[in-house]
């Protein structure tokens, strides 16, 4: 059967709607950080191809860089423990980080990439996440550009995984675990 055609998934936004969106995104950021010096910091896997997306839509010069950090592996909950896999080859000092996140589910992950770009000099750090779920947060954290607002459930595709699958999937799929 085709990767992308599959009984288990059930497609929450598709492809359509996320690339309008994110060329709403694109403007927004090109308006807000016109004149600033923007450093996009993609965190890997996730964000790869939401970032390759949304740097096209902003038009203004920027660097971009990735940052890699632990992820649940094969399991569908947060452990809560992040740890800098691959860090970012270049100094965000004085620079305006927009920190380029697939998703926001407990806001640990991001919580700390914030504290830690914070304490790198950088003159301003925002983030731009292209799914939210809200339900699990345990921390806060503020997204200034957010692409979709999603219920509690484990979501696959546009980059984001299930054990290191899915990513290819050109639109938003939940995924029924077959435990669930
Ligand atoms: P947080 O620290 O709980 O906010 O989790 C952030 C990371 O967990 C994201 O960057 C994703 O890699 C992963 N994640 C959270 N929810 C999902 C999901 O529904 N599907 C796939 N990955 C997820």
Redesign the pocket.
């Known amino acids: 059967m085709s990767e992308f055609i599959q009984p288990n998934l059930k497609v929450l936004i598709d492809r359509a709607q996320i690339q309008e969106r994110i060329q709403q995104l694109g403007n927004q950021i090109t308006t807000d950080y016109h004149g600033k010096s923007l450093a996009l910091v993609s965190?890997l896997k996730?964000a790869s191809l939401f970032t390759s997306d949304l740097m096209r839509c902003v038009d203004l010069p920027l660097t971009v860089d990735f940052i890699a950090v632990s992820?649940?592996g094969a399991a569908a909950k947060?452990s809560g423990e992040v740890r800098i896999l691959k860090d970012l080859d270049t100094s965000l000092k004085g620079r305006d980080v927009l920190v380029v996140?697939?998703?926001?589910?407990?806001?640990?992950?991001?919580n700390y990439l914030l504290d830690n770009f914070r304490r790198r000099d950088a003159a301003s750090v925002q983030v731009a996440a292209l799914l939210d779920?809200p339900e699990r947060r345990l921390a806060h954290v503020d997204v200034a550009y957010t692409g979709f607002t999603i219920p509690n459930e484990?979501?696959?595709g546009y980059g984001?995984?299930?054990a290191e699958r899915y990513r290819n999937l050109p639109y938003i799929a939940v995924l029924q675990l077959e435990e669930s």
């Open positions: 965190v996730g992820s649940y947060s996140e697939d998703i926001v589910d407990t806001g640990l992950t991001l779920k484990f979501v696959v984001l995984d299930y």
